[in-house]
Nanobody, 121 residues
Framework: QVQLVESGGGLVQPGGSLRLSCAAS????????MGWYRQAPGKQRELVAR???????NYADSVKGRFTISRDNAKNTAYLQMNSLKPEDTAVYYC???????????????WGQGTQVTVSS
């Protein structure tokens, strides 16, 4: 059974920091690309940051220079360090594990349950 468990969300003042964690089980973590998405009320879910199995990263323009995604394959965990938080970062943040398709296996996607991040004074 695949599980992605997010933690680290909460209430923080503008300019503050949070670190989100995503602990994975039931998958071969090191072969999955890991991503963080967020969804604010009334808006579509959007990609925040992604790190490939090889360690390449990409970020949404809105978070570049403020957020850092990383992974620890020994701990089966992905992280999102969020600095200089703004009210517009307020959303539910979701962890995603993505296995690209190959000649022999199909694509797979798994999602965590989400963790609330609220940036407010």
């Amino acid at each position: 059974q695949v599980q992605l468990v997010e933690s680290g969300g909460g209430l923080v003042q503008p300019g503050g920091s949070l670190r989100l964690s995503c602990a994975a089980s039931g998958i071969i973590f090191r072969i999955y690309d890991m991503g963080w998405y967020r969804q604010a009320p009334g808006k579509q879910r959007e990609l925040v940051a992604r790190i490939t199995s090889g360690g390449n990263t990409n970020y949404a323009d809105s978070v570049k220079g403020r957020f850092t995604i990383s992974r620890d394959n020994a701990k089966n965990t992905a992280y999102l360090q969020m600095n200089s938080l703004k009210p517009e970062d307020t959303a539910v943040y979701y962890c995603n594990a993505h296995r690209p398709s190959t000649t022999f296996i199909s694509q797979a996607d798994y999602w965590g349950q989400g963790t609330q991040v609220t940036v407010s004074s």
